[in-house]
C-alpha cells in the first residue's frame, strides 16, 4: 500500500515534467492511465460487485421517482378533466371507459 504522498516531490515532478517534450509528456500521460488501469483491476470481484449494485440501485431509485411523478401527474390531469374523455373530449357518461373512442378515463 503506497500512501505516504509526499507533495515536494510531486511538485518537483511537475516541474520537471514542464520541461519535457510533448512526445516525453505524451509518454507520462499514457504511463499514468496505464496506472488507474491496474488499479482498476487490482479491485477484489467483491469491490466491483459492490460499485455494480450500487450503481444500480441507483437506476432503479431513478425510476422509481419517474413512474410516482408520473402517476401523480395523471392523477392531477385526470381530475381536471373529470367529465371529459382526455383523447376524444366526449363528455363522460359515467363508465370507466370512453363510449365514443374507449379509452380509459381516471375519475378516482
Ligand atoms: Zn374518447
Do not use: H, W
Request: charged fraction near 30%; glycine fraction near 6%.
Amino acid at each position: 500500500m503506497d500512501t505516504n504522498y509526499n507533495y515536494e516531490e510531486e511538485m518537483a515532478k511537475l516541474k520537471a515534467a514542464a520541461s519535457l517534450s510533448p512526445e516525453e509528456l505524451a509518454k507520462k500521460l499514457e504511463e499514468a492511465q496505464r496506472l488507474a488501469l491496474e488499479t482498476m483491476a487490482r479491485m477484489t470481484p467483491e469491490e466491483r460487485l459492490r460499485a455494480e449494485e450500487e450503481a444500480q440501485r441507483i437506476i432503479r431509485e431513478d425510476e422509481q421517482k419517474r413512474k410516482a411523478l408520473l402517476e401523480s401527474a395523471q392523477q392531477v390531469l385526470g381530475k381536471r378533466t373529470p367529465g371529459f374523455c382526455p383523447y376524444c373530449g366526449t363528455p363522460n357518461s359515467g363508465g370507466n371507459f370512453c363510449s365514443n373512442c374507449g379509452g380509459a378515463l381516471n375519475v378516482n
